[in-house]
């Protein structure tokens, strides 16, 4: 594959434009507003594969948004690889917070990106990501370079839980067989530390409601006389942390995988600045559960985070009322052996059991998923690395990520495959966050090292 880095070369204005174009459609899975748009990007995904080499590629319906299937088989004694990633996007919420129009993408030059960024959403979550494995099959298909087999499997519900992936990976073991799974989903330390995510968290959504009065009251006749919900619903999660920030819904430690101080010790090798992250967020101090580091916190022990609260007037101006209700959306990410239904069960039990009398308290579970880890012994693994080696001419650090990914535990279970994350991103690149961003280095970087993936698992398969 000593062609390869020429081949981005020659292309890479081409494979800028390609991606722009496509970042350019609100894929927002989560508003049906854009159902349009959704199906339209499937369609271009379609014939992305179709040019890139693929022998078929399939629109599948679904109860939900299609999931596209596409395959290349040179042989069938040989490795297949069975790559994953997702085609919708985040809502671009709060819009006034972007810097340049979410679905109008521009490359501009930053601190940690001199060659330039995409800026768009999506352009790191997910489509710039998966895209990259559009452009390596591209790259294998055209020189011959191939050496097994490959699927694809792009859906367009990722980022509202994948409700319908379960079903499709059920109804089509057969035809998503494969020896390893591939998915750049997930990020990296740095462009100069590349790191290789090993394990996942899980996570439990759920949205909760508390209902005090029939209607609004107004606060001046009623006030102090009657529950006031969003008082109470603040007390209730405020309480769902102690003074050291550990959580206290009762179990919910239970199962937690406790790493040994060996483990830890690995993990606290990767470089990290506390100065710089501080810098980057633009805190004065971090916040956690006591007794572990920022990198401990936000990878192998578990949160309990609000992701939104409303109720009552939120408009212009003034207006004295007492809410009927209020709401709140809240996550919690959860580690290995951790049980993503078992906590949603835990939490609306105490949830409920912590509410006064006065209030009516209603818990509605959304999606969820389990955590994963990667073993580094495998031949998926090896591969990965080397592949690395081969582009950065460094070893990759493994790294346990804080995201989640519910489908990779469901594709082991199902699929009895290992996955393989291979993230391109930054943890800067402000995915789910305004101003989107994903450096023009780490894309073609990604396209470059996807082939070599593919050369080194095949050659330790042997």
Not at 14 to 26: G, T
Not at 32 to 60: F, H, P, Q
Not at 161 to 184: C, H, P, R, W, Y
Request: proline share 6%; hydrophobic share 35%.
């Amino acid at each position: 594959m000593q062609n390869i880095q020429s081949y981005i070369t020659e292309h890479k204005e081409r494979f800028l434009n390609e991606i722009i174009e496509l970042l350019k459609i609100p894929s927002i899975s989560a508003d049906s507003a854009y159902k349009n748009d959704v199906l339209k990007t499937a369609n271009v995904v379609k014939t992305s594969l179709e040019k890139a080499g693929c022998d078929t590629v399939e629109i599948c319906e679904t109860d939900g948004f299609p999931i596209i299937y596409g395959e290349k088989t040179i042989d069938p004694n040989l490795p297949t690889v069975l790559v994953y990633g997702h085609y919708d996007v985040q809502p671009p919420d709060p819009i006034n917070l972007w810097d340049s129009p979410p679905f109008e993408p521009v490359i501009k030059k930053t601190e940690l990106h001199p060659e330039g960024a995409i800026f768009a959403r999506g352009a790191c979550d997910d489509k710039g990501q998966m895209y990259m494995h559009v452009k390596a099959l591209e790259f294998m298909t055209v020189n011959n370079e191939l050496p097994c087999n490959v699927k694809f499997m792009i859906e367009g519900e990722e980022e509202v839980g994948s409700a319908n992936l379960a079903t499709f990976v059920k109804n089509n073991q057969e035809k998503l067989k494969n020896d390893v799974i591939l998915i750049s989903d997930t990020g990296m330390i740095a462009n100069d530390v590349p790191s290789i995510t090993t394990g996942l968290r899980g996570l439990s959504y759920v949205e909760v409601e508390v209902t005090g009065p029939n209607r609004d009251l107004h606060s001046g006749l009623y006030g102090g006389a009657v529950a006031n919900p969003i008082n109470i619903l603040t007390k209730m999660i405020a309480s769902l942390h102690d003074e050291n920030n550990h959580i206290t819904i009762p179990g919910f430690y239970d199962k937690v995988e406790n790493l040994s101080d060996a483990e830890r010790a690995e993990m606290a090798k990767a470089p990290f600045s506390l100065e710089n992250y501080k810098k980057a967020l633009n805190i004065e101090a971090v916040y956690g559960e006591t007794g572990y580091s920022t990198n401990e916190r936000n990878s192998i022990r578990p949160t309990l985070d609000v992701n939104g609260i409303w109720g009552g007037y939120t408009g212009e101006g003034a207006k004295t009322v007492i809410a009927s209700k209020a709401y709140a959306k809240i996550s919690m990410r959860l580690v290995p052996n951790q049980n993503w239904e078992e906590i949603t069960e835990l939490f609306q039990k105490h949830f409920e059991s912590i509410a006064p009398n006065a209030v009516k308290v209603k818990v509605t579970p959304h999606h969820g998923g389990q955590g994963y880890v990667t073993p580094i012994n495998s031949i998926g693994y090896q591969a990965a690395s080397k592949a690395y080696q081969q582009t950065f001419g460094k070893i990759p650090i493994p790294q346990r990520s804080g995201g989640s990914i519910p489908i990779v535990s469901l594709f082991e279970q199902e699929l009895k495959s290992k996955t393989i994350l291979m993230g391109f991103g930054l943890d800067s690149d402000a995915i789910h966050s305004p101003n989107e961003h994903f450096g023009v280095w780490n894309y073609l970087k990604g396209i470059e090292t996807i082939p070599y993936f593919y050369k080194y698992f095949t050659a330790l398969n042997k």
